[in-house]
């Protein structure tokens, strides 16, 4: 119930309704976390037994955590590149200020999809224009990765001696390149 409809209901102020609620009652306005989806007991359960498993693998090789590649993706907007400072100009006594826009997103935009291990990158690629992150594709990548691998880092890596870990939540935006 919010305190307009408190405050109508009960004919006081709007004001007197939030003093109420603060000092007396003792409660505050909070804004709801967003998760996205309830996990049932059964998947709460299965999360803490893998995690669970990752320790006991942490705890028997001391390296475990050497082998981890994870992969994640992010969109990338291109943006106006000029600084506030690079867009002054030399202006008469009484001419009005120069203007300058706020950033405005580029319709140019990718989806770059990174895998990185414990020294810092391993491999990195853009999204082919006009295709969808489905298996197919997503599995074409693991290829690619799973290729640098093997050409760059030769006896750094056996294809069975490293663990993939993805990040699946959705994309984020707006980063700045």
């Known amino acids: 119930m ?3 409809l408190i405050a109508d209901t009960l004919g006081i102020l709007k004001t007197v309704v939030l003093r109420i609620l603060r000092d007396n009652l003792k ?3 909070l804004c709801s976390r967003f998760v996205p989806h309830a996990l049932t007991r059964k998947q ?3 999360r803490v037994a893998a995690c669970q498993d990752l320790l006991n693998m942490i705890n028997v090789d001391k390296n475990f955590l050497d082998k981890v590649i994870t992969g994640d993706e ?4 291109a943006y106006d590149p000029e600084k506030k400072h690079q867009s002054s100009k030399w202006v008469g006594e009484h001419s009005p200020r120069p203007k300058k826009l706020r950033f405005q997103k580029s319709k140019v935009n990718a989806m770059l999809i990174v895998f990185f291990d414990s020294q810092g990158i391993v491999h990195k690629e853009f999204m082919q224009e006009g295709c969808t992150v489905n298996a197919e594709y997503y599995k074409g990548v693991l290829d690619h990765l799973i290729s640098h691998i093997r050409r760059v880092y030769p ?3 056996h294809i069975c001696d490293f663990f993939h870990l993805h990040d699946n939540a959705p994309a984020h935006s707006a980063a700045k390149i």
């Open 155 to 157: 006896s750094l890596y």
């Open 2 to 4: 919010t305190s307009w």
């Open 74 to 77: 992010s969109w990338c907007l």
């Open 27 to 29: 409660k505050c306005k």
């Open 44 to 46: 709460m359960d299965e």
